[in-house]
């Protein structure tokens, strides 16, 4: 789908069918042209409810408030009803808010979003027939706002919704056909197609002569080798260097410690955080940030045979560590520790790893919602703004001593699992900070994405599968570092 901004009057603008966004029930807005219609209907304009006029080629739909949020779910859920009328095009007039560039990101993100679809493997494909959005900036004009930034912001968050879309293509893929090679060579070709961005691409060597033994131990079962992923966007006089730590578990078994057959299905997922750490990679060199941005993933399945890591068995991370596996099933956190001690030598300012690392914190904040771990409070504030702004849901997991000593081993320097069954979610980041060097400690940020990043329902703008979680998040969160305090206020 393709965005036309434009300061002509909605009425001038030619579209097969327009789009009205109806504000807490009020029919009587200059764009509402069916009130008696919408009233026979009992249409209230509120949030979720849509009312489509095949015969005024018009649809109708609501929200409580101006919230971004609440328009990128109104714009989706406009087109979804629209969907089968095989029209073309369409056309929407956005609202003024505080900041004029609000709204006019929120109605294409939430088109994007909301219309992504996943039929790789469907035999008959539903079409989707509307190729273009006309977005009518009337109201801007008419206060004789400068409407230059709400074009740029259109642009801007066409980039960041299609890189989000990307991540969700890449969770989705099903284990065979995104192995950890594959997955590798779609990081390489991508890198190929971005200005400022390389990629290097690791094997079984790589990792060995890393001494990255706990990587290696996960990987080691699989017919399929291990890989490690490191591209970086480097534009000329970046300002800071971001740092993202993806868990490319590719598909996860449990190894050994087998997991029951129906936790098998959607394991396809453990590869969120890789896909999110290679998608907002791809954003920030689109969206030509002026930070040197990473993205760190190791590639690999955890599965079985004669020669999978055991429990009982102790391996020694990048940084010398060792650590006694008590449960291969919590194989995310060995693999993070080797890529994590390797994440600090670039010498970052800034330090996020992404994972589908524990159902503890599915079971703590719910499946629609990030889990935020850290030593900083204010990092952890800042980002979690950013996610708010992004539509992603966050909730922060505190950290305390307590909970910590649940990871000492009798045999080695730490478990890989807590000797609890509480504070999973928490005791997995502790276990992830012994691989975080001491000076990058307050620079690091843990995000477990357990429950959004992949759930069997439609949600929202979401669809049934992977939601691209993290990816919004932190391109909001790089894009806020480009402006400073005075942008902020205006965002909020």
Same mark, same amino acid.
């Given at each position: 789908?393709?965005? %036309?901004?434009t300061?002509?009057?909605?009425a001038s603008?030619?579209?097969?069918?327009?789009?009205?966004?109806?504000v807490?029930?009020?029919?009587?807005?200059?764009?509402?042209?069916?009130?008696? *219609?919408?009233?026979?209907l009992?249409?209230k304009?509120?949030?979720d409810?849509?009312?489509?006029?095949?015969?005024?080629?018009?649809?109708?739909t609501?929200?409580?408030?101006?919230?971004?949020?609440?328009?990128r779910?109104?714009?989706?859920?406009?087109?979804?009803?629209?969907?089968?009328?095989?029209y073309?095009?369409?056309k929407?007039g956005?609202?003024?808010?505080?900041c $004029?560039?609000?709204?006019?990101?929120?109605?294409?993100?939430?088109?994007?979003?909301? %219309?992504?679809?996943?039929?790789?493997?469907?035999?008959?494909?539903?079409?989707?027939?509307?190729?273009?959005?006309l977005?009518?900036?009337?109201?801007?004009?008419?206060?004789?706002?400068?409407?230059?930034?709400?074009?740029?912001?259109?642009a801007?968050?066409?980039?960041i919704?299609?890189?989000?879309?990307?991540?969700?293509?890449?969770?989705?893929? $099903?284990?065979?056909?995104?192995?950890?090679?594959?997955?590798?060579?779609?990081?390489?070709?991508?890198?190929?197609?971005l200005?400022? #961005?390389?990629?290097?691409?690791?094997d079984?060597?790589?990792?060995?002569?890393?001494?990255?033994?706990a990587?290696?131990?996960?990987?080691r079962?699989?017919?399929? $080798?291990?890989r490690?992923?490191?591209?970086?966007?480097k534009p000329?006089?970046?300002?800071?260097?971001f740092?993202?730590?993806?868990k490319?578990?590719?598909?996860?078994?449990?190894?050994?410690?087998?997991k029951?057959?129906?936790h098998?299905?959607?394991?396809?997922a453990?590869?969120?955080?890789?896909a999110?750490?290679?998608?907002i990679l791809?954003?920030?060199?689109?969206?030509k940030? +002026?930070?040197?941005?990473?993205?760190?993933?190791?590639?690999?399945?955890n599965?079985i045979?004669?020669?999978?890591?055991? +429990?009982?068995?102790?391996?020694?991370?990048?940084?010398?560590?060792?650590i006694?596996?008590r449960?291969?099933?919590?194989?995310?956190?060995l693999?993070?520790?080797? @890529?994590l @001690?390797y !994440?600090?030598?670039?010498?970052p300012?800034?330090?996020? *790893?992404?994972?589908?690392l524990?159902?503890? @914190?599915?079971?703590?904040?719910?499946?629609y919602?990030?889990?935020?771990?850290?030593?900083?409070d204010?990092?952890?504030?800042?980002?979690?703004?950013? !996610?708010?702004?992004?539509?992603?849901?966050?909730?922060?997991? +505190?950290?305390?001593r307590?909970?910590?000593?649940?990871l000492k081993s009798?045999?080695?320097d730490?478990?890989?699992?807590?000797?609890?069954?509480?504070?999973?979610?928490? %005791?997995a980041?502790?276990?992830? *900070?012994?691989?975080?060097?001491? *000076?990058?400690k307050?620079?690091?940020?843990?995000?477990?994405?357990?429950? +959004?990043?992949y759930?069997?329902?439609?949600?929202g703008?979401?669809?049934?599968?992977a939601?691209?979680?993290? #990816?919004?998040?932190?391109?909001y969160?790089?894009?806020?570092?480009?402006?400073g305090?005075?942008?902020?206020?205006k965002?909020?």
């Amino acid at each position: 789908m393709t965005f %036309t901004v434009t300061e002509e009057k909605i009425a001038s603008v030619q579209a097969d069918c327009e789009i009205v966004i109806v504000v807490d029930g009020n029919l009587d807005h200059k764009w509402v042209a069916d009130k008696t *219609d919408l009233e026979t209907l009992d249409f209230k304009g509120k949030l979720d409810s849509v009312a489509f006029l095949p015969h005024q080629h018009r649809v109708y739909t609501g929200v409580d408030s101006l919230d971004r949020d609440e328009v990128r779910l109104a714009v989706a859920n406009a087109l979804k009803a629209i969907q089968r009328a095989k029209y073309t095009s369409v056309k929407i007039g956005a609202y003024v808010k505080e900041c $004029p560039v609000t709204n006019t990101k929120a109605i294409v993100e939430g088109a994007l979003l909301g %219309t992504y679809r996943y039929d790789r493997y469907k035999s008959e494909k539903e079409p989707f027939t509307i190729d273009e959005m006309l977005l009518s900036l009337e109201e801007y004009a008419d206060k004789r706002l400068e409407t230059e930034p709400a074009k740029k912001a259109a642009a801007e968050a066409e980039i960041i919704a299609e890189v989000t879309n990307h991540a969700k293509e890449i969770v989705n893929t $099903p284990p065979e056909d995104m192995t950890p090679v594959l997955l590798g060579e779609y990081a390489f070709e991508m890198a190929k197609e971005l200005e400022n #961005v390389t990629c290097f691409i690791g094997d079984e060597n790589f990792l060995e002569e890393q001494k990255m033994g706990a990587f290696l131990a996960v990987s080691r079962a699989s017919a399929h $080798p291990p890989r490690f992923i490191h591209l970086v966007y480097k534009p000329e006089n970046a300002e800071k260097r971001f740092v993202f730590v993806g868990k490319g578990l590719t598909y996860d078994s449990g190894g050994l410690s087998l997991k029951p057959s129906e936790h098998m299905v959607s394991m396809k997922a453990d590869k969120s955080g890789a896909a999110s750490a290679i998608s907002i990679l791809e954003g920030a060199a689109r969206m030509k940030l +002026p930070f040197e941005v990473h993205a760190i993933v190791g590639a690999c399945e955890n599965m079985i045979g004669g020669n999978a890591y055991k +429990p009982d068995d102790v391996l020694t991370a990048r940084n010398g560590k060792t650590i006694e596996v008590r449960n291969t099933d919590a194989e995310g956190r060995l693999v993070l520790a080797d @890529c994590l @001690c390797y !994440a600090t030598d670039q010498k970052p300012d800034y330090l996020v *790893d992404m994972a589908t690392l524990t159902g503890a @914190c599915v079971v703590a904040v719910g499946e629609y919602t990030t889990g935020v771990m850290g030593h900083s409070d204010p990092l952890k504030e800042e980002i979690m703004t950013a !996610a708010a702004k992004s539509g992603e849901l966050t909730g922060e997991l +505190p950290f305390n001593r307590y909970l910590r000593q649940l990871l000492k081993s009798n045999i080695a320097d730490l478990s890989n699992i807590s000797s609890s069954r509480y504070g999973g979610a928490i %005791t997995a980041a502790l276990f992830l *900070d012994n691989f975080v060097a001491d *000076d990058y400690k307050e620079k690091w940020i843990h995000l477990d994405i357990a429950g +959004p990043a992949y759930v069997e329902k439609d949600w929202g703008y979401n669809q049934t599968g992977a939601s691209g979680a993290g #990816v919004r998040m932190c391109l909001y969160w790089m894009k806020e570092h480009t402006y400073g305090d005075d942008h902020h206020k205006k965002e909020q």
